[in-house]
Every structure is written in C-alpha cells, then in structure tokens.
C-alpha cells in the first residue's frame, strides 16, 4: 500500500477543527469517557483503559451531530488502550496527527500516514496503544443512511449490512477524492456563514455525498455493482422510485423524497421519469392513486370521500376532475355502476 506525507487538511484541523459545536475537556479519562461513550453510543463491552503511569495532558473531545454521521475530533490526554465492542454504526478513523495501529483480529491497520480504518457494524476492534501524541477525525455514520445511499446507487433496496475492507488509502486517486469530500464538509462546518450551516438542504447534500464517495471509492461486498452503474443508472433511480411509490401511493411522497430514496436531485430525477415513462414523478404518484381509488370503488370498499382520503386525496374538487379526466366518468359514478353489479 502507497505511502506518503502527513495528509495535508486544509486550515490544519486539529481538535477545534468544529468551532461552535459541542465541546468537553477534562483532565482525566474518568471525567471524558462518559462523553465519549455517548457521542459514539459504544456497546458495553467497550473499555478505555489508561495506563498506570499517567501523563499530564488534556483530554478534548469535540462533536456534531448531523442526519447522517456524527463527526468527532478526539485528543487523548494519556496513552490509552481501547476494546471496543461490536458497535452498531460505520465507524472510520482518520489520523489527525501521530499514528495508532487499529486491530480487527489479525487485520491490523496503521491509521496514519496516509491511511484510515473502517469498522463495520457488528464489528469488534482494539486499540492496544493509542498514544497520547495522536488525534483522530472519527466519522460514525448511520447504517440505514449507508443502505439508502447504496440503493439509490445500484437501483434496488438494501437491507443487509454493508462490509467494508478494514483499510482505506487516502493516497489512491479514489481513496483522495473521498477524503476531499470529507474535507469539504468539515470546512463549510467550520465557518459560522457557510451554506452548510445555513442550509440544512446542502447540509444533507455534503453528508450523502461524503458516503456515496465512501461507497464508490471503498471495496465492499457491493463494490462490483456500484462499478456497473453506469449505463442503466437512469432506469434504476426510475425504477426504485416507481417501487417506492407502488408500494406505498397513499403516503405524502414529495419530490424531494423521491429523489433522497433515489440519491439523485430531484431534477435528474424527474429527467429519468419524462425519457422512461412519459411523465413526471408526480404524475406517476396521481395515476398510481387514481387506479387504487377506481379499483376500490368497482369493489364497494366505501364512500368516495373515504376512498379518496385513503389513496392521498385532500382536495376532492381536483380529485374528482381529475378522476373524470381518466376514466370517464365521476367517481361517484363508479360506485353507483359498481353498486348496481354487485346488487
């Protein structure tokens, strides 16, 4: 594996790489730990030990918590050794400064110079020695959020843990493209006016975009998948989003909601729909309830009102227009012919 320099962070991120964020420093690791523990939500089979020769440093600990990942720049006051238990999260370690060796059993991965570790959920870890000379960036990301983003990737829901290879370089082409990504994020979080901190709609933008970088640039079980995403691209967005909406066409589906299940904008979202099948996202949900509601009222499944309000209907003058434009006729005329069949 390459190896090269101390990564170059821009604005020399350190541990108040976050400012304005939730900060905590102590003397000793009794007082940190709790802190620790909870930003990062560590099974309880997880142990900070320190050393019996104890050092005179401060220990700092500083944390967002965003939709998608919580970011953390940690600072040791002491050397330490960390057992840390399966975790429930993605947990990436990237080296601020020194180095800590990460062991995944016989896997050990040097953090530093270059390289970062990837803990997958369920998975265990140990850190016999970490120094008090080395500072980490930990980005603990959410794993419903990862299985979303890779679905809008390769066009099909995702319901299996993710498993990623325990060593990442930095110093690939791919490896630094990601780690630019994360670079980005923690600089417009780092300045009080920027969009990210002004706009919640970016915000959510930088997250997906630093774990679709992750899963484009890092080798996992998907990895073939995501590499043949190419050419069908646009149907399998269309596709999912059409899943999606068949599955559940009562539900208030904005386009926004869309195009996040899909990992795509909603323009491009609504580009794929218009080449694939004739029409709008939008347009695709009022026919798909259209066609619920006309199939309930030839079964008798109720009033007209309630139908309508079952399927996602709220304003029945357009619904009703809307109805007739389609089938023909008025809904109520529906009932009535279905009533005088089934009589």
């Known amino acids: 594996m390459a190896r090269s320099q101390e990564i170059d962070w821009p604005t020399g991120l350190s541990s108040d790489l976050l400012p304005g964020f939730e900060l905590h420093t102590a003397a000793q690791l009794e007082e940190i730990a709790p802190y620790i523990n909870r930003v990062f939500d560590y099974p309880g089979t997880t142990k900070l030990v320190e050393p019996a020769r104890r050092e005179a440093g401060q220990w ?3 944390a967002v918590n965003l939709s998608h990942m919580t970011l953390v720049a940690l600072h040791m006051g002491s050397d330490v050794r960390v057992e840390i ?5 993605y947990h990436i370690s990237i080296a601020l400064g020194g180095q800590v060796n990460c062991h995944f059993g016989n896997d050990v991965v040097p953090v530093g110079h270059g390289v970062a570790s990837v803990h997958s959920p369920r998975e265990s ?8 000379s080395t500072e980490l960036l930990c980005l603990r990301i959410r794993p419903s959020s990862m299985r979303r983003e890779l679905g809008g990737i ?18 690939s082409p791919a490896g630094s493209s990601w780690l630019r990504c994360v670079q980005l994020l923690c ?8 969009l990210a901190r002004l706009s919640r709609g970016h915000l959510d933008q930088l997250e997906r975009l630093v774990m679709s970088s992750l899963l484009r640039a890092h080798m996992s ?14 149907w399998r967005m269309v596709k999912l989003a059409q899943e999606a909406i068949d599955d559940d066409p009562g539900r208030a589906w ?9 990992g795509v904008s909603g323009r491009r979202l609504q580009q794929g729909f218009h080449i694939q099948l004739g029409v709008s996202p939008m347009t695709y949900l009022s026919n798909t309830r259209l066609e619920r509601v006309h199939l309930d009222l030839l079964a008798d499944k109720g009033p007209v009102s309630d139908v309508a309000t079952w399927w996602g209907f709220t304003h029945f003058g357009r619904f009703a227009g809307a109805y007739r434009k389609r089938f023909g006729e008025l809904p109520s005329e529906t009932l009535k012919r279905a009533r005088a069949i089934i009589l």
Do not use: C, M, Q
């Open 60 to 62: 700092s600990l500083r």
């Open 85 to 89: 238990g399966p975790i429930p999260a």
């Open 125 to 132: 870890a140990s850190l016999p020695h970490w120094s008090s």
């Open 154 to 171: 390769i066009g099909k829901s995702v319901a299996s843990t993710i498993t990623f290879n325990h060593h990442l370089d930095l110093t």
């Open 187 to 194: 600089a417009e979080l780092s300045e009080a006016d920027s």
């Open 221 to 234: 079980e998907y990895s073939e998948a995501i590499s043949d995403e190419s050419a069908p691209s646009r």
């Open 254 to 262: 904005s386009l926004s909601d869309l195009a996040s299940l899909t």
